[in-house]
């Protein structure tokens, strides 16, 4: 199944683009900073959208929707797939941006404890 020609052929491909980027020119940075911005939510993004209770409200949209017969399914199919990676992306850094702020308190004080503790013993 994985051993076909254009399956190979998207791999090249998918190589050739990444190593476009890896220059060291202002256009390559700011895409590898877009890429760096989601890439580090995708796994955030599988936790989230394969939640059994998210899942279940996933699946009923696609399959309920009156788009199953159209010529159009795999494009419904894309952006629906770009619309939940984007929503959960969102959810994500929302996520990330306030455990983050609990978590630099707790190391501040922490810090403080030991930069304390280290002065008066």
């Given at each position: 199944m994985y051993n076909t020609a254009p399956v190979y052929l998207l791999c090249i491909f998918i190589f050739l683009v990444f190593l476009k980027f890896s220059k060291n020119d202002y256009k390559s940075k700011y895409i590898r900073n877009i890429i760096n911005f989601f890439s580090s939510s995708v796994f955030s993004v599988y936790l989230i959208h394969d939640n059994i209770y998210l899942?279940?409200?996933l699946w009923k949209m696609i399959i309920i929707s009156r788009f199953n017969t159209s010529i159009f399914i795999s494009l419904i199919v894309i952006v629906f797939s770009l619309f939940i990676f984007i929503i959960c992306t969102?959810?994500?850094k929302i996520t990330w941006f306030q455990v983050k702020k609990y978590v630099d308190k707790l190391r501040l004080k922490f810090i403080q404890e030991k930069f304390i503790k280290y002065l008066y013993t």
């Open positions: 899942r279940a409200i969102i959810i994500d």
